[in-house]
């Protein structure tokens, strides 16, 4: 378990690395970037997503996960400067509710 977490984060890292340094990735322009508070409106107006979930990548990059009550959800990153990137999109989305006993 502690070893697909990790290669999803070292994933996650490198796909950082190529949006946020330009310089490094020559198919930046396939990404949808934008200011973070024009996605995070457009997420919330034509799909209903509000945010499900957010982790810190790196002192200057969080990763946020928006869904909505249809199942659909979006990967984005966001920077310090306010820009934002969606990285993946999917359907069926299920938020796991933690059970009481359960370890976090």
Request: hydrophobic share 45%.
């Amino acid at each position: 378990m502690k070893r697909t977490l990790l290669t999803r984060l070292s994933v996650i890292a490198l796909v950082a690395t190529a949006i946020f340094y330009p310089g490094v990735a020559a198919s930046q322009a396939m990404l949808a970037c934008a200011k973070r508070v024009d996605l995070v409106g457009f997420l919330s107006d034509h799909l209903s997503e509000k945010l499900s979930a957010v982790g810190k990548l790196d002192p200057s990059t969080i990763v946020e996960v928006y869904s909505a009550d249809s199942g659909n959800w979006t990967l984005m990153l966001s920077d310090v400067s306010g820009r934002s990137c969606i990285i993946l999109s999917g359907e069926s989305w299920e938020s796991i509710p933690v059970l009481p006993g359960q370890k976090t």
